[in-house]
């Protein structure tokens, strides 16, 4: 290698970047639904079971095989072996194919930043008819969707310290400052109290070996894990950095934005005597209706703040997920980093054309049964990321070396890892196999079983053919 690879230029840096790339539109969109349609307090139960169990040690695992061998994720793969190159393949698609929707939904969190100061409040009836018609319009998402992407194309060329270090650093402690004001705001409602029964009162009653699927799925997706993101970013941590602690910080942080959002949400439901069971239209249907019946100047106010907290906590990770593909073009391809981004962004762009106008004008071309995107979201969410991360322990547990993986993790001996056989037989033995049974259970239950078996086979043509790559 000629040129010095870039590093980050703090722990905190790093920190705050990485805990970015995890707290996401997976903690604060999607993790209160998913609460609200599996039983609550239930779902958290397991959901941290499996944080703690599966997300811990694959996230520690792809720390260390990042750091050790200081390349993104084709590149680390490839270390191992010519043959293993095809999973780090798998996690830059992936990264491409969650890019192909997740701007969509950034964007609709910056035109909701907007809406909540042009009336949007006014009439909260019809708050829900007019989340309809926006998404479904074929022009207004698309400009909001570009400038969202045009934010990020911004800070990722700008590299890892001055661009997505910098953009973490001054975000996410604003996160949890808005995150603070709006559980304050919230939880001292009326009524709220009904909200933290329900999230706090488990009803075992509702769980179901789906409830498990959804909690372990979201575990992938919100710890950003099974596509080669924390490999990436872990490249780029200096020998000096504790492995096995920072994966615990991120963990914990980002496990605490899901239930403070949840903390956020549930108790203003109740309190307006909204169903928690509202599905994915929860946070761009109910949250307004929630600041809507505050009325005055602090409801538009805390509206605002609620989007302007989900805007932030997506780019952090939309970032990440851009960094995932051009870390692959600089490393493998030596192409400029700019250059790459800007390839890379074009790409993305037309892909989310394609989501956004899915919505609407474009309902009618379906894949799969499917529309652009949800095409991309199952893909991703339902596939790729659990068998990204099964195969992430398979490799790690099977292919390299123990004493190397020890090394790593110690930092040459110099530090103590008393987990470390816990770790590694948990990753090595039980991770796998708890992968195979979802993955198994998955093509059984998923409607789309025509999208499954091109999502296996996408993957069996990335093993055949990704040696060149
Ligand atoms: N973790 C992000 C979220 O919760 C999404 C993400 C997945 C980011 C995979 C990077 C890699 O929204």
Not at 65 to 83: C, I, P, Q, T
Not at 96 to 102: K, L, Q, R, V
Not at 193 to 214: H, I, M, R, Y
Not at 418 to 440: C, D, G, H, M, Q
């Amino acid at each position: 290698m000629t040129e010095k690879r870039e590093n980050w230029g703090s722990r905190f840096g790093f920190l705050m970047a990485a805990a970015g790339s995890a707290v996401g539109l997976g903690n604060i969109w999607r993790f209160p639904y998913l609460t609200g349609m599996n039983g609550g307090a239930a779902f958290i139960f397991i959901y941290l079971g499996c944080v703690a169990l599966i997300g811990l040690c694959i996230m520690t695992a792809e720390f260390a095989v990042g750091r050790r061998s200081g390349l993104a994720a084709v590149g680390a793969y490839k270390k191992v072996s010519d043959k293993w190159t095809f999973a780090g393949a798998l996690g830059v698609l992936s990264g491409f194919f969650i890019m192909g929707f997740y701007p969509v939904v950034g964007g609709w969190a910056m035109a909701y930043i907007a809406k909540s100061f042009t009336g949007l409040l006014a009439a909260p009836e019809a708050i829900g008819d007019a989340f309809g018609a926006f998404i479904t319009a074929p022009v207004e998402p698309l400009v909001w969707m570009v400038i969202y992407l045009v934010i990020n194309v911004l800070i990722v060329a700008k590299g890892i310290q001055s661009g997505i270090e910098a953009a973490g650093k001054v975000m996410m402690p604003m996160l949890y400052v808005i995150l603070a004001a709006i559980i304050f705001r919230t939880a001292s409602l009326p009524g709220a109290s009904e909200g933290f029964k329900f999230l706090f009162t488990p009803d075992f009653s509702k769980v179901t070996g789906q409830t498990f699927l959804a909690a372990l799925g979201q575990a992938f997706f919100s710890l950003s894990l099974g596509m080669g993101c924390m490999i990436t970013y872990g490249s780029y941590l200096n020998k000096e950095e504790k492995l096995p602690q920072n994966a615990l910080i991120v963990t914990t942080m980002d496990t605490s934005v899901a239930l403070l959002a949840a903390v956020a949400i549930f108790p203003a439901l109740a309190s307006f005597g909204v169903e928690p069971t509202a599905g994915p239209g929860l946070v761009f249907v109910v949250v307004p209706q929630i600041f809507a019946q505050m009325g005055g100047v602090v409801g538009p106010i805390f509206s605002a703040l609620f989007f302007l907290l989900l805007f932030i906590a997506a780019l952090t990770s939309s970032v990440s997920l851009l960094e995932v593909v051009v870390a692959y073009l600089i490393d493998q391809h030596r192409m400029e980093r700019k250059k790459a981004v800007y390839i890379t962004s074009a790409i993305m762009a037309v892909m989310c054309v394609l989501s956004s106008l899915s919505m609407g004008v474009m309902s009618g071309v379906q894949i799969f049964g499917v529309g652009f995107f949800d095409f991309f979201d199952i893909l991703t969410d339902k596939i790729f990321l659990a068998i990204g991360g099964g195969l992430l322990a398979i490799c790690v547990g099977f292919f390299m070396k123990k004493e190397d993986l020890k090394d790593e993790l110690t930092n040459g001996g110099t530090i103590s890892f008393p987990a470390f056989e816990l770790w590694y037989n948990l990753t090595k033995y039980v991770i796998p196999v708890v992968i195979a049974w979802i993955a198994f259970a998955g093509i059984t239950a998923i409607a789309q079983k025509g999208l499954m078996i091109f999502g296996v086979l996408v993957i069996v043509v990335l093993a055949v053919f990704s040696k060149k790559l």
